[in-house]
């Protein structure tokens, strides 16, 4: 079955840092893979967008890998602050129809001053 | 960007009783609207497909009879949880896509006690 692999453990690092998540995946073959951040008892928030054929995707201070070889998508997010303190989720699509998307666990990240 | 808006936030309502839960695209049309559950430090389950003017699709274990989703106009969808039980409280968010993006609600925490 699909699985989708995020590291359940909360990610600590301290201010100015790059963070990195993960995000693996098995069993599918997405056509493109997003990226959202989601806070506590709130909706998530589209972040980026990589498709099957980019290998690499940045806006501002994120950055996004994709390795349809490894099936693995690495999150960075550079010189990072309190304020990136949430849980990121990694969302595949394509497979079912354009988007419809299937979710990770999610991440969460906490940045100290 | 898009918004998407969700009604209401919180709800608890009694055992047996019915909630309805309203999910509008403000500043753009929706023929797709998606609805999740997301029980705590879960993935976001995809629980049904909103199609305007049509039947929803569920997903494979999700009781069409008992969550109930109209989809009547272009900017609204409706999931209504029928006969509420404990096990059905969770956070419940719509999500519409627009182009490649996919536009959140705020999400929906019902309990039922």
């Known amino acids: 079955s699909q699985k989708i692999e995020q590291n359940s453990e909360a990610l600590n690092i301290q201010e100015g840092k790059t963070a990195t998540l993960t995000c693996n995946y098995t069993?599918?073959?997405?056509?493109?893979l997003q990226w959202y951040r989601q806070d506590p008892g709130r909706g998530p928030v589209f972040l980026l967008l990589?498709?099957?054929?980019?290998k690499e995707k940045r806006k501002e201070r994120l950055k996004v890998t994709f390795d349809t070889t490894l099936k693995q998508s690495l999150f960075h997010i550079t010189a990072s602050q309190p304020a990136d303190s949430a849980t990121y989720l990694c969302?595949?699509?394509?497979?079912?129809?354009?988007?419809?998307?299937?979710f990770g666990t999610g991440t969460r990240l906490l940045v100290s001053p | 960007g898009a918004v998407v808006s969700q009604h209401p936030s919180r709800v608890i309502c009694k055992s047996g009783t019915s909630v309805k839960i309203e999910c509008r695209s403000l500043?753009?049309?929706?023929?797709?609207m998606f609805w999740y559950r997301q029980f705590p430090k879960q993935s976001l389950m995809l629980m049904a497909t909103?199609?305007?003017?049509?039947?929803?699709?569920?997903e494979q274990g999700v009781e069409k009879d008992k969550f109930l989703i109209n989809h009547a106009s272009l900017t609204l969808s409706t999931l209504t949880v029928t006969s509420a039980h404990p096990e059905d409280s969770s956070f419940y968010i719509c999500?519409?896509?627009?182009?490649?993006?996919?536009?959140f609600g705020q999400g929906t925490r019902l309990t039922v006690v």
């Open positions: 999500s519409a896509p627009d182009h490649t993006e996919a536009f």
């Open positions: 069993n599918y073959s997405p056509a493109y």
């Open positions: 990589i498709r099957e054929n980019e």
């Open positions: 969302a595949l699509g394509g497979n079912t129809g354009f988007q419809k998307l299937v």
């Open positions: 500043d753009f049309q929706a023929t797709t």
């Open positions: 909103s199609n305007e003017g049509s039947k929803a699709t569920y």
